[in-house]
């Protein structure tokens, strides 16, 4: 039902292979749904993952218990093909049971980067909450453990605005929005708080639901300065021209890094901490995936230096050693901590989707390059 296109951070090479096999998976009428995430941040219904095979060790350490399945080539990936004929004939042979269909629910507001459902089942926006509440029975030892773990969670990805404070539940402040608790106490706490969001957890120590609710923050906070323009540079919106520059002569891949980073920090994307993120990330996977482009970004402890989500894009028509063999031509950075570069890197996916797309790419001025993929 849910397959994960994964790597280490979950935003540039993931996301666009993730658009590759959700055309083919579209095509093909299967009612598959098709995203990508970071390997750290897996959700639980996920069926498949794929991830390459680099990454798939530390996928299968972290998901033990699902399928997986490894690739060589985010963008150049012949298991795409094999992998949908594999679910169509699974389709057609009807291995599937079919499920009754369910009683019909009262529409529910949707939830976005910024929003998030309550217990009640309205929205409250994380954009406007400074304190988590993380409640026990008795208030002391467990949660104040897990307040603990879950700041210093916040504070490494750079959300130590967020003050995590711990009481019992017959003590929970009538004003706590967020709270984290026992699962045993969820219902409890739900019937009482019922405008604030809970997030019940199993391990105090080791709750993989810390991860989840950094994200959420991050995303919130990502989401905050798009709406709020919080750098005077930003100029809005995933792609703009600034950052797309044509016909660049040849550098050192470091050089075309930093180029394009400070592209984005000048236009007031990301903090310079972030370009040192995206040299990093290079020691830890070459972000060359083929087809003359390469995808730069940032590691994920640098998540927290994003202002806003944004793209740039650079092109080197004489070509950049990128290292292992590859030869770039066509550079993209990517910094987003939520999904609205997403549909960006859809149109990008499918518009180099082999050596002669790219080479086309690098003909074209920068209003061509714009009116392609913005």
Avoid at 179 to 195: H, L, N, T, W, Y
Avoid at 287 to 315: D, Y
Wanted: glycine fraction near 8%; hydrophobic fraction near 40%.
């Amino acid at each position: 039902r849910k397959i994960a296109v994964c790597c280490d951070a979950g935003m540039g090479s993931s996301a666009m292979s993730a658009q590759a096999l959700k055309k083919k998976i579209k095509a093909a009428g299967l009612p598959i749904e098709v995203t990508n995430y970071a390997i750290a941040r897996i959700p639980n219904d996920v069926d498949l993952i794929i991830t390459h095979e680099k990454l798939t060790g530390t996928a299968k350490a972290a998901q033990p218990g699902k399928q997986h399945l490894s690739i060589s080539n985010y963008m150049k990936a012949p298991e795409y093909d094999e992998l949908t004929e594999a679910l169509i004939k699974v389709e057609l042979a009807g291995n599937r049971k079919a499920a009754p269909a369910p009683a019909p629910q009262p529409q529910q507001p949707e939830e976005s980067l910024a929003r998030r459902r309550t217990a009640g089942g309205r929205m409250v926006d994380l954009r406007t909450i400074d304190k988590i509440m993380f409640v026990c029975d008795a208030g002391m030892g467990s949660s104040a453990m897990g307040a603990v773990v879950l700041q210093n969670m916040l504070e490494a990805n750079g959300l130590a605005n967020i003050r995590v404070a711990h009481c019992k539940i017959v003590e929970i402040p009538a004003d706590s929005r967020y709270i984290v608790c026992p699962k045993e106490f969820a219902v409890q706490i739900a019937d009482c708080m019922p405008d604030s969001r809970i997030i019940a957890i199993d391990n105090i120590m080791d709750a993989p639901e810390y991860k989840q609710i950094t994200e959420e923050f991050l995303q919130a906070r990502v989401n905050s300065n798009i709406l709020t323009g919080e750098s005077d540079d930003y100029h809005g919106g995933v792609l703009i021209k600034k950052n797309i520059r044509t016909n660049l002569p040849s550098v050192t891949k470091e050089e075309a890094i930093r180029a394009i980073g400070n592209a984005l920090v000048e236009t007031g994307y990301v903090t310079e901490k972030y370009v040192d993120g995206m040299i990093a990330k290079e020691d830890v996977f070459n972000t060359a995936i083929g087809n003359s482009l390469a995808i730069p970004h940032g590691i994920e402890s640098v998540i927290g230096e994003i202002r806003n989500s944004g793209l740039a894009i650079f092109t080197y028509p004489d070509g950049i050693d990128w290292g292992e063999g590859e030869t770039v031509k066509l550079v993209i950075a990517v910094a987003s901590a939520g999904d609205s570069h997403v549909e960006t890197l859809g149109k990008i996916a499918g518009a180099c989707e082999s050596e002669e797309a790219v080479e086309d790419i690098l003909k074209m001025s920068v209003d061509e390059i714009y009116d392609l993929f913005a």
